[in-house]
């Protein structure tokens, strides 16, 4: 059973910073995706990275100002956002996949239970 546990939102001004982080526990995740998702109303991705090779795909609308990063030793994903917009306003939730071929933005199996992010104008 895998487990996953977000922390790290808040309530931040526009133009400010938040990290994000994803405690995971229950599997070796060394083959493993993890991705952010959002929630606002409409669930979209946001970025993931492969445990294996670390390799990181991000959304479009969150290039150049979002960094996901994993820490091996603690089974943990961080999600570094910077230049933080309103329209980034969402419930994000971390999520993770077996070794997968497809997409990087499905086909997730395990996910967190969210944590908010609130961005004032």
């Known amino acids: 059973q895998v487990q996953l546990v977000e922390s790290g939102g808040g309530l931040v001004q526009a133009g400010g910073s938040l990290r994000l982080s994803c405690a995971a526990s229950?599997?070796?995740?060394?083959?493993?995706?993890i991705a952010w998702f959002r929630q606002a109303p409409v669930k979209e991705f946001v970025a993931a990275i492969s445990w294996n090779t670390g390799s990181t795909y991000y959304a479009d609308s969150v290039k150049g100002r979002f960094i996901i990063s994993e820490d091996n030793a603690n089974n943990t994903v961080y999600l570094q956002m910077n230049s933080l917009k309103p329209e980034d306003t969402a419930v994000y939730y971390c999520?993770?996949?077996?070794?997968?071929?497809?997409?990087?933005?499905?086909?997730?199996?395990?996910w967190g239970q969210g944590t908010q992010v609130t961005v004032s104008s």
């Open positions: 229950g599997r070796t995740f060394s083959t493993y995706d």
């Open positions: 999520a993770a996949r077996g070794p997968s071929d497809s997409d990087y933005d499905v086909g997730y199996d395990y």
